[in-house]
């Protein structure tokens, strides 16, 4: 299992970067978690768009699915160019209905996800965890049966959510706001707070991550490390987690 940052900014695209965006890979099949604002441009480095396999969705807050339209339009012309009627399944949840409509597109087709239940995309397993913040959205378990990776999306801090990342090979948080600050109102949580998690989870690698457009970011990362004293990194486009199988 292998998953690389295509984008990691909170709330909007720094220049030549883009918003919230993952490429989880297994056995040749392509996920993509969250589409956020710049992914399609950013993604193209790593993959031809049609190779994606399935797009999965934490919530729809525009810095999570802003290119969710530019991504329809890509599929229509590359289908129209290549005489293909190729469909691309995107998987959401339903608690917004008018949003949950948007997924489906000429050759995108929206899927609901019940998060009460575990699901199967591909060579994954999926759990679900719903998360504080000012919207239905969904924290996520994903497994390929060996290795676990967990993606807290966005949410402020909760106590359930070391409970869910246990064990975890890698553990993504959103990391929005620098020790000391409180990020409660907007659904978002500290350096201190995501190490919590990882310290309290006894996870092995943490990526902090939905990053902040102010302050030194290189701070957070020493924040989070006067409580988690595994492995940490600051997400960049250059980040890529390979698992052991």
């Not at 999570?64 to 009627?85: P, R």
Request: some cysteine; proline content about 3%; aromatic content about 10%.
């Amino acid at each position: 299992m292998q998953i690389s940052i295509i984008g990691f900014w909170g709330a909007y695209p720094a220049a030549n970067s883009a918003t919230s965006s993952y490429l989880l890979e297994e056995e040749g099949f392509k996920l993509l978690i969250d589409c956020g604002s710049g992914c399609l441009s950013r993604l193209q480095q790593r993959t031809d768009v049609q190779e994606l396999n399935a797009v999965l969705l934490s919530h729809y807050h525009k810095d999570h699915v802003a290119d969710i339209g530019v991504l329809q339009y890509a599929w229509l012309v590359q289908n129209s160019i290549h005489d293909t009627k190729q469909v691309l399944p995107i998987y959401g949840h339903r608690e917004d209905k008018a949003a949950f409509k948007e997924l489906s597109h000429q050759y995108t087709k929206g899927v609901e996800y019940d998060p009460e239940q575990t699901m199967e995309i591909g060579p994954f397993t999926i759990n679900f965890l719903q998360t504080k913040h000012p919207v239905p959205c969904y924290a996520m378990k994903i497994c390929n049966g060996t290795e676990t990776i967990v993606y807290t999306a966005d949410t402020s801090y909760f106590s359930g959510l070391a409970e869910f990342a246990r064990g975890a090979d890698l553990l993504i948080t959103d990391t929005n706001f620098y020790k000391g600050m409180d990020g409660s109102k907007p659904g978002h949580m500290t350096s201190e707070e995501a190490a919590l998690i990882a310290r309290d989870a006894e996870v092995e690698t943490l990526w902090l991550s939905h990053l902040p457009h102010f302050g030194n970011l290189n701070l957070l990362k020493q924040e989070a490390a006067d409580v988690f004293k595994g492995n940490i990194e600051l997400a960049s486009e250059e980040l890529t987690w390979r698992g052991r199988t």
